[in-house]
C-alpha cells in the first residue's frame, strides 16, 4: 500500500481553500472518496450546494457559526474546540479505515494555532500519515513540523486584493 501523501494550501493569498476543492474534485472525477472537514466555518458559503452535490465527495462542519476567534467567548472556544475533535476524530478514523481516498481539512492552521483542536492528536495523525489516503490541510501560517512533514506545500501569495481598498468580500468570488 502506497502511503500517504500530505499537501498543504498555505499563505496570506486568497484561494487556500479553493485550491483543496479543485483537488476534492479531480480526485473524485477518477473516482476517489473524498471527505471534507472545514473548520472554523459555519456561515453559508457558495460552494457548499455544488461540493455537496458531487457523488464521493462528503463535507462536514460544525452546525453553529461561532464567528472570528477573536470575538469568542470562552464557552464558545470550548464549544467550538469540542466540535472540531469530533469532526477529526471521524475523519482520522475513516483514513485509518480506508474508507476515504483523502482528507481535506480546511482552515487546519488557523484552528491548530488558535488552540480550537487536540493538538496533540493532530500532530500525531499527521506525522504518522496512516493508511493510504491523501491528506490536505489548509490555512495560514502551518506549524513548521507540518511543513517538514508535508510532501507538497503550496503557499499562496497576495499580491494584490479589493479588500485593502475598501471593497467587501463578495459572493459567489470570496464566498
Not at 4 to 10: F, G, M, S, W
Not at 76 to 93: F, M, P, Q, V
Not at 126 to 148: C, H, N, W, Y
Amino acid at each position: 500500500m502506497e502511503k500517504a501523501r500530505i499537501h498543504i494550501y498555505c499563505g496570506d493569498g486568497k484561494g487556500k481553500t479553493t485550491a483543496a476543492l479543485g483537488l476534492a474534485v479531480r480526485a473524485a472525477g477518477a473516482g476517489m472518496r473524498v471527505h471534507i472537514i472545514q473548520l472554523l466555518k459555519g456561515s453559508d458559503t457558495s460552494e457548499l450546494s455544488v461540493i455537496r452535490s458531487i457523488p464521493g465527495i462528503t463535507l462536514e462542519r460544525c452546525d453553529r457559526n461561532y464567528g472570528f476567534v477573536w470575538n469568542m467567548t470562552d464557552e464558545d472556544k470550548r464549544g467550538i474546540t469540542e466540535c472540531h475533535n469530533a469532526l477529526l476524530e471521524k475523519g482520522y478514523s475513516m483514513v485509518r479505515s480506508g474508507e476515504v481516498d483523502m482528507l481535506i481539512i480546511d482552515e487546519f492552521n488557523a484552528a491548530y494555532r488558535s488552540g480550537l483542536l487536540d493538538r496533540a492528536a493532530a500532530e500525531e495523525f499527521l506525522t504518522e500519515k496512516p493508511g493510504s489516503a491523501e491528506l490536505v490541510i489548509t490555512g495560514r501560517e502551518p506549524a513548521q513540523m507540518f511543513v517538514d512533514s508535508a510532501d507538497y506545500v503550496s503557499e499562496i501569495k497576495c499580491v494584490k486584493h479589493p479588500y485593502t481598498r475598501g471593497i467587501n468580500a463578495r459572493r459567489g468570488i470570496e464566498y
